[in-house]
């Protein structure tokens, strides 16, 4: 039972997906996505880069991020969630570029279920499953049963 209730949560992640790449596509050509210098990844990742002075560089990493809400990250998480209404299809990440005085904020499509282990350990459980239905000649079996039922007019 857990299984199937797994599968359908990961059938839930990959329409979630789709639907992310529609909103996505639907919305890139926008004079908002270009205002806020928005660009999107071949995986559906959402990005920006965030440039900062290089007097911001010499305070505390807490300035640092307030700066960047300030500036770019609130309004950038505000049209994403509030106007495209992708709020339960991303998570966001902010990343120091190295050798920059840069930050890289992206989002990222939520999985909650889909991986890759997932699939490995599905198509593991799929086979065993046909393995053990040739094993003991289940296809045989079945049309025996057939076969008896309609002898008996139980099925016509």
Same mark, same amino acid.
């Given at each position: #039972?857990? /299984? %199937? $209730? ?14 992310? /790449? *529609? ?20 995986? @559906?990742?959402?990005?920006? &880069?965030?440039? #900062?002075?290089?007097?911001?560089? @010499?305070? =505390? ?20 969630? !509030?106007?495209?209404?992708? &709020?339960?299809?991303? =998570? $966001? ?5 190295? @050798? ?6 992206? %989002?990222?499509?939520? /999985? ?16 065993? &499953? *046909?393995?053990?239905?040739?094993? %003991?000649?289940?296809? %045989? ?5 057939? !076969?008896?039922?309609?002898? *008996?007019? &139980?099925?016509?």
């Amino acid at each position: #039972m857990i /299984f %199937f $209730t797994n599968l359908k949560e990961a059938i839930v992640d990959i329409k979630n997906y789709i639907q992310l /790449f *529609y909103i996505i596509n639907k919305n890139k050509r926008t004079y908002k996505w270009k205002d806020l210098n928005l660009r999107v990844d071949w995986i @559906g990742r959402i990005y920006t &880069v965030i440039n #900062m002075r290089k007097e911001d560089f @010499g305070e =505390t990493e807490e300035i640092r991020q307030s700066k960047i809400n300030k500036q770019l990250a609130v309004p950038v998480y505000n049209y994403l969630t !509030d106007e495209l209404n992708l &709020v339960e299809l991303l =998570t $966001t990440r902010l990343q120091y570029i190295d @050798g920059t005085y840069s930050y890289l904020l992206y %989002f990222s499509p939520i /999985f909650r279920r889909l991986s890759f282990f997932y699939l490995i350990k599905t198509f593991i459980f799929i086979y065993i &499953v *046909y393995l053990i239905l040739n094993f %003991f000649n289940v296809d %045989f079996w079945i049309q025996k049963l057939i !076969d008896t039922l309609i002898n *008996y007019n &139980v099925i016509k």
